[in-house]
T-cell receptor, first 109, second 115 residues
Framework: GQSLEQPSEVTAVEGAIVQINCTYQ??????LSWYQQHDGGAPTFLSY????GLEETGRFSSFLSRSDSYGYLLLQELQMKDSASYFC??????????FGTGTRLLVSP | NAGVTQTPKFRVLKTGQSMTLLCAQD?????MYWYRQDPGMGLRLIHY???????AKGEVPDGYNVSRLKKQNFLLGLESAAPSQTSVYFC??????????????FGNGTRLTVT
């Protein structure tokens, strides 16, 4: 079976830094992705890690440790518009993506 | 570009009724997917397609059928709807990019209620 674990909810204030962790146990591993979803909206792609280390895209960074089956999404300089759900997702085969249950991020003023 | 378009946006069915959800993409993507999203359960893969004329089962395929007769369209069918199929359904597509996994592009979803 497939298991991706992430916290259900995280709260933070504007301007702060927040880290959302993801641990996974899957039958195959070909990379870790992160998606953002605002309430009522579609998931949108944020980042992808195929190899160990840190990938940076503007205010967002994503980290992967394959030996620990662990990754995280780091959001810096939080803004109110960052309030959304964040999903980690593992490629268990080529172009076959399995999603975690999501972390709801609440950013307060 | 419209991207990925899903129709309808909302639908209410009675138990036992059938319907087809339509997904169309204009990005010439090879791969297409159907996911369902339920509260607290994230997105679960129902079926997917790696190209025109091909389909494969995902994590939760029971009660659903799919067809990919044209590259740009991926249809999801419910032959006999059940209340357990009340969910938000998302279609997605992705290109082939030289052996490296590429991001999924999602439609805006279809909210289905089965009473």
């Amino acid at each position: 079976g497939q298991s991706l674990e992430q916290p259900s909810e995280v709260t933070a204030v504007e301007g702060a830094i927040v880290q959302i962790n993801c641990t996974y146990q899957t039958s195959g591993f070909y990379g870790l992705s992160w998606y953002q979803q605002h309430d009522g909206g579609a998931p949108t792609f944020l980042s992808y890690n195929a190899l160990d280390g840190l990938e940076e895209t503007g205010r967002f960074s994503s980290f992967l440790s394959r030996s620990d089956s662990y990754g995280y999404l780091l959001l810096q300089e939080l803004q109110m518009k960052d309030s959304a759900s964040y999903f980690c997702a593992v490629y268990t085969g080529f172009q076959k993506l399995v999603f975690g249950t999501g972390t709801r991020l609440l950013v307060s003023p | 570009n419209a991207g990925v378009t899903q129709t309808p946006k909302f639908r209410v069915l009675k138990t036992g009724q059938s319907m087809t959800l339509l997904c169309a993409q204009d990005m010439n993507h090879e791969y297409m997917y159907w996911y369902r999203q339920d509260p607290g359960m994230g997105l679960r893969l129902i079926h997917y397609s790696v190209g025109e004329g091909t389909t494969a089962k995902g994590e939760v395929p029971d009660g659903y059928n799919v067809s990919r007769l044209k590259k740009q369209n991926f249809l999801l069918g419910l032959e006999s709807a059940a209340p357990s199929q009340t969910s938000v359904y998302f279609c997605a597509s992705s290109p082939i990019t030289g052996g490296r996994n590429s991001p999924l592009h999602f439609g805006n979803g279809t909210r289905l209620t089965v009473t």
